[in-house]
């Protein structure tokens, strides 16, 4: 992702469902500036098609014709948008749309990931395509018959492989078909003949819900997908964002409306091997309602806010959705409660059949946002104890006891030993408890197509509030320091460090074994001449840290001087985005300020 | 009445077994020598032969110079289950049969290293330092002094050093050492064997004579020591193996061929 201000790539991907299908991108400019912008339109193998140089007034929008997709026989490509500036200053939208049948449909933007990123293995659910014809309930014109589509593209660096599975219901029980594996090169884009993968399913005349699972094989956030149905005169077109199959907590579903001829449709598969049970709980101004859902494994259930409201069946509190009602929102959960952690792809999408319109909707996943240990600092006898509590907050605003469920360690079981929190006082000393639930979920968006994977990834540890991601590395405290045992003829100084792995937030990353390493790059500022350097690799402690000695030896010392370095590290070989200035004196030496 | 003396005898019994933990911990804070020693238990699961050699290493009190390293036996995970053995048959146990290597007690630790001949080729590790000096400081400090010593006696050029190293235990002190004419090796031992219990490790494969740019770039050696913090040693064993290269050159002063 472009993660600072300077050049920016945005990349996205075009396809047609039919002949007459062209399209349009916008470009926005956030900021005070007038803004030069590339937008460059390429072919399913990356084949430049044509190259659009814009330039934005500020706060001013472009809008960019594709001309090139008129008359085109490619059927799928790419777009790229470039521009220099900060990672917001350009806000791009497209449409791909034919106003002769009253088709269209969005067209997906994603900054390509970095080159660092780690290859990983995700599935992303296109829950609840629509194939066939659809149940009358729905009320669409009888007639109408949807055909899914599915499009990907690689915007990474590295190939990705792809291996579609298909999941329907049938006699009440989830089936499946899992077809080949495909690779998609580094920008390439495809269109999965979904109507083909079903045929290989034994799924020719299926009519109804199904789900096309993508086992995705590739540095992670690096293909962009986009799916959905569309009828057979390309006026209804029912988006479906992919989403990623990932333990949740809770999940908030958005808007939902059954106002003038809307409905909202609520599409949810269970990803997991077992049965799982949920609450789907509406809120409404002036109450909520509790809907139980039953999933057996891999199994889709799909159902119309508006056949909950119209069935005005009370729930187990005995509340009813008033017919009045037309709108509100929604949470999906465990029946445990919000922290409870679940694994469930759900797909929202309010549509009208008379207007031939369908919207769909974010959805954010509930989590911590700050957590808190009680009583510290304490102190207990020898012999005696102490029970801490870890607490966190979730964005919701509750509050929950995670002292069970988290992982504790003590920095000297000499002194005190912990288990579930509770602290037993061994010898005279000071000592640091740690608690961490490595599984609480943290909260985060899920928008984008596909969107970042929900919930955001911790790193590991309970780092802190909105921490995302390691990002430097600083002493916390300096255990040892004074003249450094050189070779003869050389002199210098010596200071041993405790080093931490920190999020952005300054909140340690306190995860143990983590494997830190550095590289050090000295300066021109080098009056100590220096020329050779020294690095190695440190596993963390539960504390995230470690002891590091931090050296100079020079030929020019105890002459005054000094020699700059450039400390650059990485954590399990991914590369932290801070790098610390060393400034190595003949006594004293300096670690990122500090 | 009865109960309360009874609360008094067991704490008499604490107490000495207090003490006795305190005598062995005394005990293990030097290198065992003697491979004759019983092992009655030793087990490891799923970590690799270097690693439960460390392990055992640190159980035993049994200080190594590991000369020779390869990938597997760095990283292939194996289970270990050792009952009434000696040190020796045990070392043999962890190291496997795949490979003759060679074991023997040598000043004061147990080196381990290949038994295929390297030819007229000299090791680094057989390399002469004319002297070595340190006052007594951190052992990890001195293994430092000692990689500059030998940087420096290769390349007189250099002018200054810079960096950082793993800590380890700051409270496991050695020297002060004053040696003329030993090898890297013997310095190797002499450290290991003066500090509170460890092993060294050659980064370097075994048929890696040294080229002076290698050695003054990564270290050739690392020293573990069983009883500093995050005393995990996967970690390193993994860097070692990442490192292990083809070099075959020997070491070298700048001039010289």
């Known amino acids: 992702m472009n993660a600072v201000s300077g050049p920016q790539v945005l990349e996205g991907t075009w396809w047609k469902e039919e002949a007459g299908v062209t399209g349009f991108v916008t470009l926005s400019n956030t900021t005070d500036q007038p803004l030069p912008a590339t937008l460059q339109v390429s072919d399913a193998n990356a084949k430049p098609l044509g190259s659009y140089q814009v330039t934005i007034s500020a706060h001013g929008t472009k809008r960019v014709d594709l001309q090139e997709l008129t008359a085109n026989a490619n059927t799928v490509g790419g777009l790229s948008v470039t521009y220099n500036g900060a990672p917001d200053a350009v806000i791009v939208n497209g449409s791909l749309e034919d106003p002769a049948k009253g088709y269209s449909a969005s067209i997906p933007f994603a900054a390509p990931p970095l080159a660092s990123a780690k290859i990983t293995t995700l599935n992303y659910g296109e829950i609840g395509l629509m194939v066939g014809a659809m149940d009358p309930m729905l009320h669409f014109p009888a007639s ?377 790059q000295i300066t021109s500022t080098n009056q100590l001449g220096i020329t050779g350097t020294q690095t190695g690799s440190y596993p963390t402690d539960g504390n995230g840290s470690w002891p590091d000695t931090y050296f100079v030896c020079s030929t020019a010392c105890p002459t005054a001087g000094e020699s700059d370095g450039i400390q650059t590290w990485t954590y399990n070989s991914t590369p932290l985005p801070h790098s610390n200035l060393v400034v190595y004196k003949c006594s004293s030496i300096t670690i990122d300020g500090y | 009445m009865v109960t309360e003396m009874r609360n008094v005898k067991h704490l008499f019994r604490l107490s000495c077994i207090l003490l006795t933990i305190s005598a062995a911990q005394l005990a293990s804070a030097r290198c065992n020598s003697d491979l004759s020693t019983g092992v009655a238990e030793f087990n490891s699961i799923q970590i690799s032969r270097i690693d439960a050699l460390l392990r055992f290493g640190k159980q035993y009190n049994v200080c190594f110079g590991i000369e020779y390293v390869d990938m597997k036996l760095l990283t292939e995970p194996v289970d270990l289950h050792i009952r009434n053995s000696s040190v020796r048959d045990a070392i043999r146990s962890i190291l496997g049969d795949e490979r003759l290597l060679s074991i023997k007690l040598s000043n004061g630790i147990v080196e381990i290293s290949g038994q295929n001949p390297r030819g007229e080729k000299k090791s680094v590790f057989d390399y002469v330092l004319p002297k070595f000096e340190a006052r007594r400081a951190p052992l990890q400090e001195i293994v430092m002094a000692l990689h500059m010593q030998l940087i420096v006696d290769l390349n007189p050029r250099v002018t200054g050093f810079a960096g950082n190293y793993s800590a380890g235990d700051l409270k496991d002190e050695v020297g002060p050492i004053s040696e003329q004419n030993r090898s890297i090796r013997f310095l190797l031992d002499q450290l290991v064997a003066q500090s509170k219990g460890g092993a060294w490790i050659a980064r370097i494969p075994w048929n890696f004579s040294g080229d002076l740019a290698r050695i003054e770039q990564h270290p050739v050696w690392s020293v573990v020591e069983y009883n500093a913090p995050n005393a995990g040693y996967a970690s390193l064993l993994n860097t070692i193996a990442s490192e292990l290269g083809t070099e075959s050159s020997s070491p070298t002063k700048p001039g010289e061929s």
């Not at chain 1, 949920?278 to 494994?297: A, D, M, N, Q």
């Not at chain 1, 409201?309 to 005995?318: A, F, K, L, R």
Request: proline residues 5%; glycine residues 10%; aromatic residues 8%.
């Open chain 1, 144 to 520: 109408t018959i949807f055909t899914p589509y599915s499009v990907l593209r690689n915007i990474g660096t590295q190939p990705a492989t792809v291996t579609p599975v298909i999941y329907w219901m049938e006699g009440g029980a989830a089936r499946s078909a899992r077809q080949s594996a495909i690779t998609v090169g580094p920008l390439q884009a495809k269109s999965l003949d979904v109507v083909s993968l079903m045929e290989l399913s034994s799924l020719k005349n299926f009519n109804g819900l199904l789900n096309l699972v993508l086992e995705i094989q590739a540095p992670q956030d690096s293909v962009l997908l986009s799916s959905g149905s569309v009828d057979q005169t390309y006026t209804y077109v029912f988006e479906v964002i992919p989403n990623a199959a990932k333990v949740s907590g809770s999940k908030n579903l958005g808007y939902w409306s059954t106002a003038n001829g809307d409905d909202t449709m609520v599409t949810m598969w269970n990803p997991a091997d077992e049965a799982q049970d949920f609450i789907f709980k509406i809120f409404f101004t002036g109450g909520h309602y509790l809907l139980p859902v039953h999933l057996g494994p891999r199994a889709t259930y799909m159902f119309n806010l508006s056949e909950i409201i119209d069935s005005q069946s009370p729930d187990s509190e005995g509340n009813l959705i008033p017919l009045a009602v037309h709108d509100g929102s929604a949470q999906i959960s465990g029946t445990q409660g919000e922290n409870q952690l679940i694994l469930v792809s759900v797909d929202v999408g309010t549509y009208n059949v008379r207007k031939a319109t369908c919207a769909y909707r974010c959805i954010t996943c509930n989590g911590a946002t700050s957590w808190a240990m009680s009583v510290i600092p304490f102190a207990t006898g020898i012999g005696g104890s102490t029970q801490l509590t870890l607490k966190d907050t979730w964005n919701t605003g509750a509050q929950h006891d995670i002292t069970k469920a988290s992982t504790w360690s003590s920095s000297a079981t000499s002194i005190a030993t912990v288990s579930a929190g509770l602290v037993n006082g061994v010898a005279v000393g000071s000592v640091t408890i740690n608690g961490e639930d490595l599984i609480d979920p943290w909260y985060g968006s899920s928008c984008g197509s596909p969107p970042p994977a929900c919930p955001v990834d911790q790193g590991g540890g309970a780092g802190g509030a909105g921490a995302v991601g390691p990002y430097r590395v600083e002493p916390i405290a300096t255990n040892l320091l004074g003249n450094a045992v050189c070779p003869a003829g050389y002199s210098g100084w010596s200071r041993t460090t405790q080093n931490q792995l920190q999020y952005q937030n300054g909140s340690g990353v306190l995860v143990a074994g983590i494997t830190m390493s550095d590289i050090l």
